[in-house]
């Protein structure tokens, strides 16, 4: 009899039964005949994780394998595991700590995280840091952060904390150490397994974490010169830092955040990337060299952060399809650094069966489907339409000043704002659904010139709301046409 652990990880099963790779494919589990995510996703991946990821019953799962000569070590259900309490407290979890260990670890965290509000306490809390812990796991830290975001604490305090708390962590947490891992393996292999995976992809040319680390090589060397040697103007070049964090905040944290619900990162490390963004957009205005120290001392850290808990955090979740996704729409931001590499292996997901000659009859008149799109990207303006239940609907396919990645659709459009704007969105949308406002517009100035960014509610005949229309117009025309 040929036993299952569910468990275990995909890779360590198809080590051990080969046959399950194709049994898996026909499950749905297509990725399985990939190498590349086998040996990367897979490691960590187990089936009922993975089930749950494709939205795949597990009794089916169960059933197919039983036909092929399997059997099950371990219950077939969560039911056995969560009879007693007792068996709660003790299941353990991939790194083999038990829940209710797992629990006071955290709680602990949690008791040192607010210590640190009191920054003269760093090194005595660092020194119970090290009584109590020899390592510490980066989500173990993430998860003390939503707890304290949960019991009420602002994130705009949690964010404060961040750079504060990053030093009493540095070099202890489990990933600088080892990196995280999966299920069935040796506990070093756990270890390894998650920084391993970013360490696979940044060696893919042109995958989208190759390009994040090469701009942070870049970044780093330009800050590392400068903070040896403070000058009298920011290094040349460090405005690319940017585009960057730009890029991170529209297509990583909105990612982690609402489809594999890890918004602590998402939150904290999003408003400190706008803080650094803002800092280096204040020095370009009016320079002082220790406020150009204390922001690129920031970007350091940053950096930091990235490369050992963001980026191997996003390689253990994010599927091959979220990377495609990423690399495609990253196309659309400015080159930073002059990292512009092309991944060979990526495919661009195919529109679908569109029929372009299909008439939309409409009360002014009838469009084809490809005269209609046409209409809208010729439109001097950036489209954007928000549906009645706050999810993203569409977009016109022009440049965009104001990126809007195609993985955005299909999300809530408060997902797709950094914590600090998403209040006022949530305001005006509000206001459009009660009927107290049915129009906002707001003047920016950006680095290509000055735009109108104009919402409207669209309503019907009846006056419902039907969702909210974003515009975005570059006023450089007008402005020199009335000679402004």
Known sequence: MKYIDLNKSVYDLVKEYPELVDIMDELGFSEIKKPVMLNSVGRFMTIPKGAKTKGIEMIDIILALKKNGFAFDKPDTDEAASSTPANNALAKDEQGVTNDEREKRKSLLKSYLQRLEDEA??????????????????????????????????????????????????????????????NGLSLEEKRANKKQFAANYKTIVGHPLSTFSKENECASKLIEEF??????????????????????????????????????????MWTVDDEIRDGLRDLRKSYDKDKAVEVL?????????EENILFPLCAANFTEEDWHGIYFDSKDYDIA????????????????????????????????????????????LEVTFVDAGDINRFFNE?????????????????????????????AIIGDFKSGARDKVEVYMNKKEGDFLVSYFAVRDKNGTYLGTMELVQNMEGIKKHLGL
Request: aromatic fraction near 6%; proline fraction near 6%.
């Open 121 to 182: 306490q760093l090194e005595e809390v660092r020194a119970d840091f090290v009584k109590n812990f020899e390592s510490v796991d980066a989500s173990e830290i993430m998860a003390a952060e939503e707890e304290l975001i949960k019991d009420g604490m602002p994130v705009e305090k949690i964010k404060k904390l961040c750079d504060v708390h990053s030093s009493l962590f540095h070099g202890m947490s489990v990933e600088e150490i080892h990196g995280v891992g999966a």
């Open 227 to 268: 903070l040896s040697n403070p000058g009298e103007e920011l290094p040349k070049g460090i405005s690319d830092l940017s585009i960057h964090y730009a890029k991170k905040g529209d297509l990583l944290y909105p990612l982690l955040n609402k489809k594999y619900g890890m918004f602590g990162p998402s939150n904290v």
């Open 297 to 305: 001392t920031r970007a350091k850290e940053m950096i930091y952060k």
């Open 337 to 380: 650094f002059g990292i512009d590499e092309t991944w060979d292996d990526a495919k661009k997901a195919e529109e679908g069966d569109l029929d372009m000659d299909f008439e939309i009859k409409m009360p002014g008149g009838v469009l084809k489907l490809k005269e209609l799109i046409a209409v809208l990207n010729t439109l001097p």
């Open 398 to 426: 022009v440049p965009k000043v104001f990126k809007r990645p195609s993985m955005a659709l299909g999300r809530d459009v408060f997902s797709c704002h950094p914590p600090k704007i998403e209040p006022m969105v949530r």
